[in-house]
């Protein structure tokens, strides 16, 4: 389990590479087991084959003799018979010859040492049998002497007229060091090849993972880099293999696919935001014209012509019904603000005088600016800009209570790699956590009154200059907002 855990965290290309590797070494090794097979089987069909001529060989010689004796052909005769003529086969064949009896005892032996002598060992009673019943009446005895191989084949020697005479005793003794020496001289010339080609393989093999991989590793980057608030490029490439063209042409559906499920998406919230935004409208525009009903109504009931305050009552109802028909007027305004998108003038300011300037419009002596720099230029419409800056600042007055004795907005604008950055900083009441992610939101407020366009507003704006608005906060200590636009480097 722990073999197969490590092998899938490797990566394809390096299976693939491993693969080829471990094949070539498997190939090899097989090869040399096989070729080591082959030899051994050759070397036994060898001296098998090579005892049977030799006997072949022996007896035609000993037929020979047997033939041109002048002793009478007996087996009490073969001793005399093969006297001399056992040396001269044995040297002429170059193999150690034994006569024996059909008893089994040892009559004659090529070997210098041996004599005709009872004390001999003479030949197993169970191969005398086997001898003497096989079809062939003969019979190979294989030992294992010492870790060699030793052969001893027993044959019968007959007359002219099929009688048995004796049997002949051939030992043999396999010499494999031939077959060892060429064994020997093969792998090495195997491991030569192997190793040659196993330094091509690993070319080859480097060569087809990573060819192989290649075109998944196009077709994972792709993915990693699709998202749904994007748009997603598809696959132009034509791989060599039938699965990852499948493959490919599955992304690109997949990305056609997800493009008109973002399309319908992007709608559906568009539909779902301006349903919310249209249900807040009434909602603020119904606010004021409860009061005013209650207004006109009370001023019918209590109208009397002859009233000596009827001045001051006029007046007083006027009031109310103006006071709210501004705040109809404010609603109305901000969400037209909010659904006309800023139109993009490209006029080029320099951000720290316009912020320094809009700061001026502000009464509050605790509203403080800064700047280490004199000029930072950017491209962006100056109304706008002048906008963001002014709801910013609203923003940080309204988030400090009133009974608050110390209140700090700090505003600065400063540089950083290719933007201009502007803070406002207040020491208010801060952004509550549950309100963190929703602060953008366009109808989201924490006021008693309003419709939360404000920093939807400015956000939209600032988005549409490429630039990005971000904040931070801490409850009971205040917040910062930070917006960020790009500059044009001098």
């Known amino acids: 389990m722990a073999a197969n855990s490590k092998m899938s965290m490797l990566s394809l290309r390096t299976r693939i590479f491993l693969s080829m590797i471990v094949l070539v070494l498997i190939a090899s090794v097989l090869m040399a087991s096989i070729s080591i097979i082959q030899f051994k089987n050759e070397s036994k069909v060898y001296h098998q084959e090579r005892l049977e001529r030799k006997e072949t060989a022996i007896n035609e010689h000993i037929n020979y003799v047997l033939a041109n004796t002048t002793y009478p052909l007996s087996a009490n005769n073969l001793n005399l018979i093969f006297k001399d003529k056992i040396h001269e086969l044995s040297q002429i064949h170059g193999l150690e010859i034994n006569i024996f009896g059909l008893d089994g005892k040892l009559l004659k032996s090529s ?170 409208v009434a909602h603020e525009i119904k606010n004021p014209l409860t009061p005013m009903r209650l207004t006109v109504q009370s001023f019918q009931r209590k109208f009397d012509s002859n009233d000596p305050d009827l001045k001051q009552k006029l007046n007083d109802y006027s009031k109310t019904l103006i006071q709210q028909i501004d705040t109809m007027s404010s609603v109305a305004s901000a969400f037209s603000n909010f659904a006309s998108m800023p139109a993009q003038q490209n006029e080029t300011l320099n951000v720290v005088n316009v912020v320094e300037l809009t700061l001026d419009i502000f009464n509050e002596d605790y509203i403080v600016f800064e700047s280490k720099e004199k000029e930072i230029i950017s491209k962006m419409d100056r109304a706008q800009l002048i906008r963001v800056i002014t709801n910013l600042v609203k923003n940080a007055i309204q988030s400090i209570p009133e009974n608050q004795s110390e209140k700090t907005i700090l505003v600065s604008v400063k540089k950083e790699e290719n933007n201009v950055l502007i803070l406002v900083k207040d020491n208010g009441i801060g952004i509550e956590a549950e309100n963190i992610d929703r602060i953008f939101e366009p109808k989201f407020t924490t006021k008693n009154s309003g419709m939360g366009l404000g920093l939807g507003i400015i956000k939209n704006i600032i988005e549409n200059y490429k630039g990005s608005i971000t904040f931070e906060t801490e409850e009971g200590k205040g917040a910062t907002f930070t917006v960020s636009l790009p500059i044009i480097n001098s």
Do not use: C, H
């Not at 041996?114 to 003497?132: C, E, G, M, N, R």
């Not at 009446?137 to 052969?151: A, H, P, T």
């Open 111 to 280: 070997k210098a040492s041996f004599s005709v002598d009872p004390v001999a060992p003479p030949i197993p009673k169970y191969i005398l049998k086997l001898v003497q019943s096989s079809i062939e009446k003969r019979y190979v005895d294989i030992k294992n002497i010492d870790g060699v191989k030793n052969r001893s084949s027993y044959s019968i020697i007959k007359d002219e007229k099929f009688k048995p005479l004796g049997i002949l005793n051939i030992p043999y003794v396999e010499d494999d060091s031939f077959y060892e020496a060429e064994l020997q001289n093969f792998l090495i010339k195997l491991g030569q090849v192997y190793a040659f080609m196993l330094v091509i393989a690993f070319g080859v093999a480097y060569f087809l993972s990573t060819y192989i991989t290649k075109s998944l590793k196009t077709i994972s980057d792709k993915l990693r880099d699709t998202s749904l608030d994007q748009k997603n490029e598809k696959i132009v490439l034509e791989a060599n293999s039938k699965e990852i063209n499948l493959l490919i042409r599955a992304y690109n559906g997949m990305v056609n696919e997800l493009e008109e499920s973002a399309l319908k998406l992007a709608q559906s919230e568009r539909e779902g935001a301006w349903r919310e935004m249209a249900k807040q």
